[in-house]
């Protein structure tokens, strides 16, 4: 079912992989970016983290607008069982290729959505395989120099410069990129069938 939303939407974050999920969807809604600390579950495996931080990040929006639908996010690549999150600087992306080069590695996405009107708190884990390209360091080097690895779990992406060295995916296509299009929407649709009664709640938002 296509889900036709009613209710505001929130997503709580500013990443624009997931604003352009959303408006592939057709989806109207307001960007908040949520100031959850992302290292206190450091010590999480992967598929933990992302789905503990979807849940916060979601959870602390939400707290501003209880009559709205707060969607949260989070990813994170992990290779030999080790987890990767975004590189600080140009040498930490150097080595996190010189680790992942010509490996099969883990996306795992976390997907949250929270509606304190309808008390209702929804999560989902998306994980995917992807299979990289062994590149040599002339490329990696020329990879990284174009910045998109950056702000990129793992320091490469799956639908930009990158995608020229993914051989392979096994999973969500959009699930690896940042949300799952198909989870997201079976769970709006869920939440927009029921009926919750807002008269009682107050939304920050609208004062």
Known sequence: MLVVMQR????????????????RMGLTFTVVASQVDESQFANLIAKKQVQRLALLKAEEVAVKFPKAITIG????????????????????????WHFIN???????T???LVSPVCRQKMV????????LASLSKKEIDAYIRTGEPMDKAG??????????FIRKIEGDFWG????????LNQLLVKLESQDCDPVSVTDDATN
């Open 176 to 183: 690896a990129i940042g949300l799952s299009i198909y989870d």
């Open 110 to 112: 976390g997907l949250a």
């Open 8 to 23: 505001k939407l929130i997503l709580a974050s500013t990443s624009p992989r997931r604003k352009e999920i959303l408006q």
């Open 124 to 131: 989902r884990l998306n994980p995917s395989k992807v299979w």
């Open 102 to 108: 010509g490996q099969m590695v883990y996306i795992y």
């Open 73 to 96: 996010g989070d990813s994170l690549v992990e290779c030999k069982g080790q987890t990767l999150g975004k590189p600080n600087d140009r040498e930490s992306a150097q080595q996190m």
């Open 155 to 164: 320091a490469f992406s799956i639908n930009g410069f990158g995608a020229r």
